[in-house]
């Protein structure tokens, strides 16, 4: 109904357009500034086919303000029955998913409200260890494009290494998905080393970065004392191979956390499987083990 769209656009101010096979309700007239952070946005599912803007933005309007409604479209005219909603604060965000998820907008038609996952961000393995964030900047910009930034972790025993993998952002979801389809089903290749590709998790993967990022830039953090020698583990270790264990410190049971572990070195992915399956819930020096396999 145009003139029930004519009516939302006067009565909010918003613009409305249409491109690329989506219809866009936003932003608002006196927004200032850049978009709303990520978090901000949730995937709408289960849309009616017949059901438009002036029906779904009231709805959505309970919550908290909208940024911006992305409405997918047929060519005939229909929507494809889901959209996504971009609200102003993560907190209206949230709210929407607890309140709408299952809201019968119609009777007989519950929608589906969930989180909406804008992944930017690739994950590549099987760097050389002595490359720096600026050298695989580099590299990865000249085989794609959109790259905006590049996170790294360095090996906590030497500080000139990474630990072999990076976290690469991109403009938009879109350049990183191109780019994935770029080098996925290639050999792709930097300084010899046959590089993995893979979609970052966007939870797990930036947890990572962050607490890095943070124990790296804190005065006094124990990722910025001067590590101990590696130290071999009692002789009751699992598996025959060589085993050494980096801490920073003697693990602490009673406040074991982030910091408080280790990465276990062995000689065959079969040595490391096993200990993976007997340290599990095991006692060691004095603390309940927490083992789990660490990426490439």
Not at 19 to 35: I, L
Not at 78 to 92: I, K, L, M, Q, V
Not at 254 to 265: I, K, S, T
Request: aromatic share 6%; net charge neutral; charged share 25%.
């Amino acid at each position: 109904d145009e003139e029930a769209l004519l009516d939302l656009m006067l009565r909010t101010g918003y613009n409305m357009i249409q491109e690329n096979g989506q219809r866009k309700f936003g932003p608002p007239p006196d927004w200032q500034g850049p978009p709303p952070a990520r978090g901000c946005e949730v995937f709408l599912g289960k849309i009616p086919r017949d059901l438009y803007e002036d029906e779904l933005v009231p709805v959505l309007e309970t919550v908290g303000k909208l940024y911006l409604l992305r409405l997918m479209m047929e060519f005939s005219g229909e929507n494809r029955g889901y959209a996504f909603a971009t609200y102003t604060t993560r907190t209206h965000a949230e709210d929407a998913i607890k309140k709408l998820n299952n809201f019968e907008i119609r009777p007989g038609c519950a929608i589906g409200v969930c989180i909406s996952v804008d992944n930017c961000r690739l994950y590549i393995g099987g760097l050389p260890k002595d490359k720096t964030q600026e050298e695989v900047m580099l590299a990865m910009s000249c085989a794609t494009m959109g790259v905006v930034d590049v996170k790294m972790s360095v090996c906590p025993t030497d500080k000139t290494r990474n630990r072999g993998y990076a976290f690469v952002e991109y403009e938009s979801h879109r350049a990183a998905a191109m780019a994935r389809r770029k080098l996925v089903p290639e050999t792709f290749e930097l300084w010899g080393h046959t590089i993995k590709v893979d979609w970052a998790d966007p939870k797990r993967d930036t947890a990572v970065v962050a607490a890095t990022e943070k124990e790296a830039s804190t005065p006094g953090s124990r990722r910025g004392r001067v590590p101990p020698p590696p130290r071999r583990l009692p002789d009751g270790a699992p598996g025959g191979a060589v085993v050494e264990a980096t801490a920073p410190e003697p693990l602490q049971p009673e406040r074991a956390g982030a910091g408080d572990a280790a990465l276990l070195h062995f000689g065959s992915r079969g040595d490391a499987a096993t200990a993976l399956r007997t340290l599990r819930g095991a006692a060691l020096l004095g603390a309940q083990v927490r083992a789990a396999a660490a990426e490439p």
